[in-house]
């Protein structure tokens, strides 16, 4: 696992909607193998430094963990196909107007409409899986796709929580 | 993360301490699954030292308690924070599942 703190910027040209992450505002960025044993360890990592950007208790013990932990399981799982030769990268930004997080791995990416299913009807209740982008999209404020535009072209997922005043924006 | 079992009674209490998330949450299964083989019929998480759950440990849960209600058991739930909660009522899992708010009160339910 690689920990780079940067506090520099970075070429970064994210194609799709919603808010880029400014790399002006890199607060963390990792590079780690695809291993789910280590999502543990990775979202502790990234919600004390949500703490330290003094974002609420409850968004720092809930929403960031669950909706990061998701985030890197899908990366895993399903984007690597879990081949630990395949890496995720995480990165981290954070301003006035709130946090980004984008987590990205070496798949095809997918559609985010399509993928999400209600786990709250009577029959997916039952089911085992399904409540991870459910979850996400419910716990941040706003959760992007996007394929990066240059090569290796990775896919990314942005996670987006605003600071509550501006919770609007 | 880890989990440990004792027994109350005919109660078998799972104490969750850590994260229930994507990469343990087959170990609790299989500890549970273990149990239930062995003839136990009477479960009760205590997740009163846990930090945080995922999808997949909410549903290993769910998968948990159908296969003990199969075997004519009963999977219930004790001491669960505010954040834990919320993931419940997100999801409507606070509907499937008794929750009892401690430990003691769920021993007694059964």
């Known amino acids: 696992m690689r920990n780079r703190r940067r506090t520099g910027g970075q070429p970064s040209d994210p194609s799709g909607a919603g808010v880029p992450l400014d790399p002006a505002r890199l607060a963390l960025e990792l590079e780690i193998p695809t291993d789910v044993r280590l999502i543990g360890r990775i979202v502790q990592m990234v919600s004390r430094e949500v703490r330290d950007f003094d974002f609420p208790p409850h968004l720092c013990s809930l929403n960031v963990p669950v909706a990061l932990s998701e985030a890197l399981s899908n990366a895993m799982l399903r984007g690597n196909a879990d081949d630990p030769a395949k890496t995720v990268h995480v990165r981290m930004a954070v301003d006035d107007r709130g946090l980004v997080l984008e987590v990205s791995d070496e798949g095809r990416g997918f559609d985010l409409e399509s993928c999400t299913r209600d786990p709250t009807t009577a029959d997916n209740m039952l089911r085992e899986d399904g409540r991870g982008l459910f979850l996400m999209r419910r716990l941040m404020d706003r959760v992007e796709r996007y394929t990066e535009d240059k090569a290796p072209r990775r896919n990314v997922v942005r996670l987006t929580l605003f600071r509550r005043e501006s919770a609007a924006g | ?110």
């Open chain 2, 1 to 110: 993360m880890s989990f440990t079992m004792t027994k109350h009674g005919a109660v078998v209490v799972v104490d969750v301490e850590g994260q229930l998330i994507v990469g343990n949450r087959q170990e609790l299964k299989q500890k549970v699954l273990d149990e239930l083989e062995k003839g136990e019929r009477k479960f009760l998480i205590d997740f009163g030292r846990t930090g945080y759950i995922d999808s997949s440990g909410l549903g290993v849960l769910v998968s948990l308690s159908k296969k003990i209600r199969e075997q004519g058991g009963e999977l219930r739930l004790a001491n669960l924070n505010d954040d834990l909660k919320t993931l419940f009522e997100l999801t409507k899992l606070d509907t499937l599942f008794q929750i009892a708010d401690s430990r003691e009160r769920g021993l007694e339910s059964f």
